[in-house]
């Protein structure tokens, strides 16, 4: 058995022994409904609260049930931690459900009904949140790691707080993938072209400086986060207006700064503001590899060896991606949809089962052996492949994205 087989079979072993403890204990999500207020809790802390379909399914029903209930005015979203270690908030799609899928459809060329669900309730998630973000008071508090896709549970909240312990990244094009399900959209909202570089990078932001870049709202040491959600919660939806809750969180985000400290980390977030609006600024992976060469600085260096780390197809197509949706009439749910084809036929190329592999095996230790490891090798025609491709799978429509009934995969 080689190394990729082992450590597969620990995952499913892992993953099974999971799921066995929690026929006596709680699911993987805990949903919840207190008077006009819901929440949200990722329960897998073992694996980063990372999500499968034992996470996603109720939560996009969930969801769903909160769209049209006019019982409730107030979600709060939240991670829990094991045993005081893993501090996760969401890591986004699970790496072995992502595997098992790509897997299944290089042997049989299937995809499971299961797993067709899987991927359309990711999206129909989003799309829910998204709405209900702007329709009631959505709090998401990242205490912990934040990353891929699960960093719009943040993204589509009314409010998002940050934390000492946050770190936030998009790393998918270091796996061969793309930052998907409408990730997009949020980044080219970014000015300076910061989004396109996190996008492109997988660059790491961590605690205030989320906040600072404009992803989360509101900053509070973890210590106090659990007297913010008493409070928050205490103000039961209906009778809290926007600017109430708004109130409570800026307590707490001064009383959590050092107001002298986090001068300096908005100054250094301005300085690479100004240094990405220069370097990103073009629609050609190799003219921003060239611009960083010519910078020669650490910043620069830094930002080159994070290039060197993603997947060649990964940069293109997320740099395409990333032009295209830049259109002011691009809509969230159409963003949704053009990312779930380019995301679906991506998967597909045989370089994100690589970057998968590697990443179970050796956690980023040791970079991925790319079947295109230079960005000149990727052939234009493939990453027309990956936009124009209609594979028998891409079937999503808006109709079924925003379908209320999340038992159907389409």
């Keep these: 058995m080689n190394k990729v087989a082992r450590k597969v079979s620990l995952y499913k072993l892992a993953k099974h022994l999971d799921d066995a403890g929690r026929v006596f204990g709680d699911p993987a999500v805990i949903l919840s409904k207190n008077g006009r207020t819901a929440s949200i809790k990722f329960n897998r802390p073992r694996f980063f609260n990372c999500i499968d379909e034992s996470v996603i399914t109720p939560t996009a029903a969930f969801l769903s049930n909160i769209v049209t209930d006019q019982g409730t005015d107030m979600l709060v979203i939240e991670g829990s931690n094991h045993k005081n270690k893993n501090h996760a908030f969401t890591t986004g799609g699970d790496l072995l459900m992502g595997w098992?899928?790509?897997?299944?459809?290089?042997?049989?060329?299937?995809?499971?009904?299961?797993?067709?669900?899987?991927?359309?309730?990711?999206?129909?998630?989003?799309?829910?949140?998204?709405?209900?973000?702007?329709?009631?008071?959505?709090?998401?508090?990242?205490?912990?790691?934040?990353?891929?896709?699960?960093?719009?549970?943040?993204?589509?909240?009314?409010?998002?707080?940050?934390?000492?312990?946050?770190?936030?990244?998009?790393?998918?094009?270091?796996?061969?993938?793309?930052?998907?399900?409408?990730?997009?959209?949020?980044?080219?909202?970014?000015?300076?072209?910061?989004?396109?570089?996190?996008a492109l990078t997988g660059q790491r932001l961590f605690g205030t400086d989320v906040v600072h870049s404009g992803i989360a709202t509101h900053f509070c040491k973890s210590k106090k986060v659990d007297d913010l959600k008493h409070e928050i919660k205490r103000l039961e939806g209906n009778s809290a207006k926007r600017e109430e809750i708004k109130e409570v969180l800026d307590v707490y985000h001064y009383e959590s700064i050092d107001k002298e400290e986090e001068k300096t980390k908005q100054e250094k977030i301005l300085r690479i503001q100004d240094f990405t609006k220069k370097v990103y600024s073009s629609d050609n992976i190799?003219?921003?590899?060239?611009?960083?060469?010519?910078?020669?600085?650490?910043?620069?260096?830094?930002?080159?060896?994070?290039?060197?780390?993603?997947?060649?197809?990964?940069?293109?197509?997320?740099?395409?991606?990333?032009?295209?949706?830049?259109?002011?009439?691009?809509?969230?749910d159409s963003c949704l949809l053009d990312s779930y084809k380019a995301a679906g036929n991506i998967y597909f190329c045989g370089e994100m089962k690589i970057g998968i592999e590697n990443a179970m095996v050796y956690r980023g230790k040791q970079k991925p052996r790319w079947s295109m490891p230079r960005v000149e090798d990727v052939p234009d025609s493939l990453v027309d492949y990956v936009f124009d491709n209609e594979f028998a799978e891409n079937v999503l429509t808006m109709k079924q994205l925003r379908d209320i009934d999340t038992t159907m995969p389409y």
Excluded at 109 to 133: F, P
Excluded at 141 to 159: E, I
Excluded at 319 to 329: I, K, V
């Design 100 to 198: 098992n899928i790509i897997d299944r459809k290089e042997k049989t060329d299937t995809i499971s009904e299961q797993e067709r669900l899987y991927l359309v309730n990711i999206y129909r998630t989003q799309h829910y949140l998204h709405k209900l973000g702007k329709a009631k008071n959505v709090i998401s508090f990242m205490d912990g790691v934040s990353m891929g896709s699960g960093v719009l549970f943040g993204l589509n909240s009314t409010f998002s707080v940050a934390t000492e312990r946050t770190v936030w990244s998009i790393p998918e094009v270091s796996i061969g993938g793309m930052p998907d399900v409408g990730v997009i959209f949020h980044m080219n909202k970014m000015s300076h072209k910061f989004g396109t570089m996190l």
């Design 286 to 332: 190799l003219d921003i590899i060239d611009n960083l060469k010519m910078l020669e600085d650490d910043w620069s260096k830094q930002q080159l060896k994070l290039l060197s780390n993603g997947c060649p197809l990964s940069l293109r197509v997320t740099q395409r991606f990333l032009q295209e949706q830049n259109s002011a009439d691009k809509c969230f």
